[in-house]
């Protein structure tokens, strides 16, 4: 008769281990910051234009796991740093600042400085650096003041609008403009904050600066020049996007436009911008090359 000895799973073990020292400050950061992404749920990143918040605070969770291990190997053997203390002193100023007085930028934008102040607290200057990028990326999911957003706006908006109404003019379609408002045929669309504000453009350099992290090109042409044409492949990216809602507006009607195909054409922003941003890169490549080619004529000279 033989007896078989359950096996027990120690693998959760060490993970336990090593998070528990962290409870503390994850029980603090809950504290603080449930309130605030509960405002911001059924806030402002409720509306269209700011539909990038959670994506971005998503991303920014899965790239500090992402950069943990190397947050950890890059920490060892050294200790952590007491300059953590006024990071982490002003991030709670600024968060009391924030939540009392209703501004947004300091209550959200606190949570990055006291992340910040945690990590070089744990794990110095070493630490931190190794995870610079995760906590430079959530800049992107901070509210801006209404005022910034509605004056850098509307320039934009006017002239994502004439871009695109020109474009679909020289195409042979009966379009007009008077402001932000495209007439085509019988149609009239308001182009919308969330169609070419600041905010979508703030969403398509998230995505760019997202897109040079993962790749990691060792290049530093590749890396400025992509960086620089971020900005003309977001505006681009718009005008598609404005283009492709006047176009399902004067062919389906405007229902179609205003209805499932309205998203459809979000999606076209975002896949457009990012298929710019490889064809971009590949394009600097192929110009890399050609400037790391041996000038052979020179050579037979």
Known sequence: MSTTTPSIDTGAAPMVTRLLPWLPIMVGLAVLYVPTLY????????????????????????????????????????????????LVLFALAGYALGRSQGM????????????????????????????WFAFFFMLFMVPLPSQVVDIVTMPMKMMVSY?????????????????????????????????????????LEALGLLYLNLVRRDSLFRNVGLAILIVPIS???????????????????NEAGQGFLHGFA??????????????????????ERLRQRPATSLQKA
């Open 39 to 86: 405002d911001l749920f059924t806030g402002i990143w409720a509306q269209d234009n700011q539909f990038h918040g959670p994506i971005v605070l998503a991303i920014s969770l899965w790239l500090l796991h992402r950069n943990w291990g190397a947050m950890e190997a890059a920490s060892m053997g050294s200790q952590g740093s007491a300059w953590g203390w006024p």
């Open 104 to 131: 947004g930028i300091l209550e959200v934008g606190s949570v990055i400085w006291l992340l910040a102040g945690v990590v070089l607290l744990t794990h110095g200057a070493s630490g931190l650096k190794a995870q």
């Open 163 to 203: 871009v695109a109404e020109n474009v679909l003019y020289a195409l042979g379609y009966p379009i007009g403009r008077n402001g932000v408002i495209l007439q085509i045929g019988q149609y009239m669309l308001l182009v919308a904050d969330a169609c070419a504000g600041l905010q979508t453009l703030l969403t």
């Open 235 to 253: 505006f681009t990216a718009n005008v598609i996007r404005v283009m492709a809602l006047s176009l399902i507006t004067y062919h389906f009607g």
């Open 266 to 287: 979000g999606m076209v922003l975002f896949l457009s911008a990012l298929l710019m941003i490889i064809a971009f890169d590949s394009a600097l490549q192929w110009v």
